[in-house]
Protein backbone atom coordinates (compact mmCIF):
# COMPACT_ATOMS: atom_id res chain seq x y z
CA UNK A 1 0.00 0.00 0.00
CA UNK A 2 1.01 3.41 -0.48
CA UNK A 3 2.69 5.33 2.36
CA UNK A 4 4.02 8.94 2.45
CA UNK A 5 5.90 9.86 6.38
CA UNK A 6 6.80 12.88 7.15
CA UNK A 7 9.16 13.71 10.64
CA UNK A 8 9.90 14.89 12.43
CA UNK A 9 5.49 15.61 13.52
CA UNK A 10 6.88 19.37 14.99
CA UNK A 11 10.02 21.08 14.85
CA UNK A 12 10.71 24.31 16.79
CA UNK A 13 13.59 26.37 15.43
CA UNK A 14 15.17 29.79 16.53
CA UNK A 15 15.18 32.48 13.38
CA UNK A 16 18.48 31.49 11.11
CA UNK A 17 18.54 28.24 12.43
CA UNK A 18 18.55 26.13 9.41
CA UNK A 19 17.36 22.68 9.73
CA UNK A 20 15.79 19.95 6.57
CA UNK A 21 12.31 18.37 7.09
CA UNK A 22 11.23 14.56 5.90
CA UNK A 23 9.11 13.05 3.70
CA UNK A 24 9.63 9.06 3.38
CA UNK A 25 6.94 7.61 0.69
CA UNK A 26 6.56 3.75 -0.75
CA UNK A 27 4.76 3.99 -3.95
CA UNK A 28 4.13 2.12 -7.33
CA UNK A 29 4.97 4.25 -10.23
CA UNK A 30 5.43 7.65 -8.94
CA UNK A 31 3.69 10.32 -10.64
CA UNK A 32 5.37 12.88 -8.83
CA UNK A 33 6.15 14.80 -5.13
CA UNK A 34 4.42 17.71 -4.18
CA UNK A 35 5.35 20.02 -1.13
CA UNK A 36 2.55 22.35 0.24
CA UNK A 37 2.61 24.93 3.16
CA UNK A 38 -0.28 25.22 5.08
CA UNK A 39 -1.19 28.08 7.48
CA UNK A 40 -3.79 27.69 10.19
CA UNK A 41 -7.41 27.97 8.84
CA UNK A 42 -6.16 28.32 4.93
CA UNK A 43 -5.82 25.64 2.10
CA UNK A 44 -2.59 24.06 1.35
CA UNK A 45 -0.43 26.10 -1.01
CA UNK A 46 1.81 24.71 -3.54
CA UNK A 47 5.34 24.97 -3.28
CA UNK A 48 7.25 22.36 -5.58
CA UNK A 49 7.01 19.59 -7.73
CA UNK A 50 9.76 16.96 -8.03
CA UNK A 51 9.22 14.40 -10.69
CA UNK A 52 12.72 11.98 -10.79
CA UNK A 53 15.49 11.14 -8.10
CA UNK A 54 18.32 13.57 -8.20
CA UNK A 55 15.97 16.77 -8.89
CA UNK A 56 16.09 19.89 -6.94
CA UNK A 57 13.91 22.79 -6.55
CA UNK A 58 14.69 26.31 -4.71
CA UNK A 59 12.67 29.40 -3.69
CA UNK A 60 14.09 31.88 -1.53
CA UNK A 61 14.77 30.26 1.56
CA UNK A 62 13.62 26.79 0.83
CA UNK A 63 15.03 23.96 -1.27
CA UNK A 64 13.02 20.39 -1.99
CA UNK A 65 14.90 17.58 -3.15
CA UNK A 66 14.26 14.01 -4.37
CA UNK A 67 15.75 10.30 -4.19
CA UNK A 68 14.27 6.86 -4.79
CA UNK A 69 12.99 6.71 -1.53
CA UNK A 70 12.28 10.60 0.44
CA UNK A 71 12.25 14.01 -0.06
CA UNK A 72 13.79 16.49 1.83
CA UNK A 73 12.67 20.28 2.49
CA UNK A 74 16.14 22.22 3.51
CA UNK A 75 15.03 25.59 5.07
CA UNK A 76 17.90 27.77 5.50
CA UNK A 77 17.98 30.66 7.93
CA UNK A 78 14.59 30.52 8.57
CA UNK A 79 12.45 33.51 9.58
CA UNK A 80 9.27 33.59 11.60
CA UNK A 81 7.29 34.00 8.72
CA UNK A 82 8.28 30.43 7.70
CA UNK A 83 6.24 29.50 10.67
CA UNK A 84 3.26 27.14 9.42
CA UNK A 85 2.82 23.14 8.42
CA UNK A 86 4.35 21.51 5.48
CA UNK A 87 3.05 19.32 3.46
CA UNK A 88 4.31 16.33 1.07
CA UNK A 89 1.81 14.73 -1.17
CA UNK A 90 2.93 12.05 -3.79
CA UNK A 91 0.60 11.10 -6.70
CA UNK A 92 0.33 7.68 -8.45
CA UNK A 93 -2.89 7.89 -8.75
CA UNK A 94 -4.81 10.31 -6.59
CA UNK A 95 -2.62 11.94 -4.39
CA UNK A 96 -1.74 10.87 -1.22
CA UNK A 97 -0.27 13.29 1.87
CA UNK A 98 1.83 12.92 4.76
CA UNK A 99 0.35 13.81 8.35
CA UNK A 100 2.45 17.30 7.99
CA UNK A 101 5.87 18.96 10.05
CA UNK A 102 4.63 21.80 12.33
CA UNK A 103 6.91 24.60 11.83
CA UNK A 104 7.84 27.33 14.16
CA UNK A 105 10.41 29.67 14.42
CA UNK A 106 10.99 31.59 16.94
CA UNK A 107 12.47 35.60 16.61
CA UNK B 1 -6.23 35.25 -11.35
CA UNK B 2 -8.60 34.06 -8.94
CA UNK B 3 -7.90 31.30 -6.98
CA UNK B 4 -9.90 27.99 -5.79
CA UNK B 5 -12.70 29.31 -4.04
CA UNK B 6 -15.45 27.45 -2.10
CA UNK B 7 -18.28 28.00 -0.10
CA UNK B 8 -19.53 27.98 2.60
CA UNK B 9 -16.64 28.42 4.51
CA UNK B 10 -18.17 27.17 7.31
CA UNK B 11 -21.30 25.21 7.99
CA UNK B 12 -23.14 23.40 11.04
CA UNK B 13 -26.21 20.89 10.91
CA UNK B 14 -27.70 18.01 12.78
CA UNK B 15 -27.23 14.75 12.02
CA UNK B 16 -29.48 13.21 9.47
CA UNK B 17 -29.33 16.69 7.54
CA UNK B 18 -28.25 17.52 4.17
CA UNK B 19 -25.41 20.01 3.76
CA UNK B 20 -24.32 20.86 0.10
CA UNK B 21 -20.72 22.63 -0.60
CA UNK B 22 -19.83 24.55 -3.45
CA UNK B 23 -16.27 24.86 -5.15
CA UNK B 24 -15.34 27.05 -8.27
CA UNK B 25 -12.05 25.88 -9.63
CA UNK B 26 -9.46 27.86 -11.20
CA UNK B 27 -10.77 29.17 -14.68
CA UNK B 28 -9.16 26.55 -17.55
CA UNK B 29 -9.06 24.07 -15.13
CA UNK B 30 -10.26 20.69 -16.44
CA UNK B 31 -9.07 18.52 -13.34
CA UNK B 32 -11.27 19.37 -9.89
CA UNK B 33 -10.29 17.12 -6.90
CA UNK B 34 -12.06 16.78 -3.45
CA UNK B 35 -10.26 16.01 -0.68
CA UNK B 36 -11.42 15.89 3.39
CA UNK B 37 -9.22 16.15 6.70
CA UNK B 38 -10.36 14.84 9.31
CA UNK B 39 -9.43 15.95 13.32
CA UNK B 40 -6.15 14.65 13.95
CA UNK B 41 -5.69 13.33 10.28
CA UNK B 42 -4.06 13.71 7.16
CA UNK B 43 -5.86 14.97 4.10
CA UNK B 44 -7.18 12.29 1.95
CA UNK B 45 -8.32 12.26 -1.24
CA UNK B 46 -12.61 11.82 -2.34
CA UNK B 47 -12.62 12.09 -5.79
CA UNK B 48 -11.43 13.40 -9.16
CA UNK B 49 -12.97 14.93 -12.03
CA UNK B 50 -11.99 15.67 -15.62
CA UNK B 51 -14.44 18.49 -17.05
CA UNK B 52 -17.41 17.02 -16.06
CA UNK B 53 -16.96 13.11 -15.79
CA UNK B 54 -15.87 11.41 -13.04
CA UNK B 55 -12.32 10.04 -13.40
CA UNK B 56 -11.69 8.36 -9.77
CA UNK B 57 -14.21 8.59 -6.96
CA UNK B 58 -12.36 5.33 -4.88
CA UNK B 59 -11.77 7.88 -2.29
CA UNK B 60 -15.52 8.58 -1.33
CA UNK B 61 -16.63 7.10 2.03
CA UNK B 62 -19.88 5.61 1.00
CA UNK B 63 -23.04 6.27 -0.95
CA UNK B 64 -23.89 9.42 1.36
CA UNK B 65 -21.50 11.43 -0.35
CA UNK B 66 -22.66 12.82 -4.44
CA UNK B 67 -20.61 14.52 -6.01
CA UNK B 68 -21.63 16.56 -9.32
CA UNK B 69 -19.69 19.02 -11.51
CA UNK B 70 -22.70 20.42 -13.97
CA UNK B 71 -20.78 21.81 -17.28
CA UNK B 72 -17.25 20.76 -16.49
CA UNK B 73 -17.13 24.51 -14.05
CA UNK B 74 -17.62 24.18 -10.57
CA UNK B 75 -18.53 21.18 -8.30
CA UNK B 76 -20.81 20.48 -5.32
CA UNK B 77 -20.44 18.00 -3.00
CA UNK B 78 -23.55 16.80 -1.14
CA UNK B 79 -23.29 15.04 2.30
CA UNK B 80 -27.27 13.16 2.95
CA UNK B 81 -28.19 12.29 5.42
CA UNK B 82 -25.29 13.52 7.34
CA UNK B 83 -23.51 11.72 10.07
CA UNK B 84 -21.31 12.83 12.92
CA UNK B 85 -18.52 10.96 11.39
CA UNK B 86 -18.57 13.55 8.09
CA UNK B 87 -17.31 16.61 10.49
CA UNK B 88 -14.21 17.69 9.03
CA UNK B 89 -12.49 19.94 6.82
CA UNK B 90 -13.56 19.51 2.87
CA UNK B 91 -11.14 21.26 0.83
CA UNK B 92 -11.26 21.48 -3.28
CA UNK B 93 -8.49 21.67 -5.75
CA UNK B 94 -7.80 21.89 -9.19
CA UNK B 95 -4.89 21.84 -12.07
CA UNK B 96 -3.92 22.18 -15.51
CA UNK B 97 -3.27 18.59 -16.02
CA UNK B 98 -3.71 15.24 -13.59
CA UNK B 99 0.22 14.72 -13.06
CA UNK B 100 0.35 18.74 -12.78
CA UNK B 101 0.45 20.91 -9.29
CA UNK B 102 -3.22 21.38 -7.51
CA UNK B 103 -4.29 24.61 -6.36
CA UNK B 104 -6.37 24.13 -3.21
CA UNK B 105 -9.13 26.41 -1.73
CA UNK B 106 -9.36 27.45 1.25
CA UNK B 107 -11.67 24.85 2.52
CA UNK B 108 -15.35 24.20 4.10
CA UNK B 109 -15.21 23.29 7.75
CA UNK B 110 -17.97 21.20 8.47
CA UNK B 111 -19.57 20.06 11.81
CA UNK B 112 -22.40 17.92 12.36
CA UNK B 113 -24.06 17.71 15.76
Known amino acids: EDQVTQSPEALRLQEGESSSLNCSYT??????LFWYRQDPGKGPEFLFT???AGEEKEKERLKATLTKKESFLHITAPKPEDSATYLC????????FGAGTRLTVKP | EAGVTQFPSHSVIEKGQTVTLRCDPI?????LYWYRRVMGKEIKFLLH????????ESGMPNNRFLAERTGGTYSTLKVQPAELEDSGVYFC???????????FGPGTRLTVT
Open chain 2, 93 to 103: ASSQARAAEQY
Open chain 1, 27 to 32: VSGLRG
Open chain 1, 89 to 96: AVQAGDMR
Open chain 2, 27 to 31: SGHDN
Open chain 2, 49 to 56: FVKESKQD
Open chain 1, 50 to 52: LYS
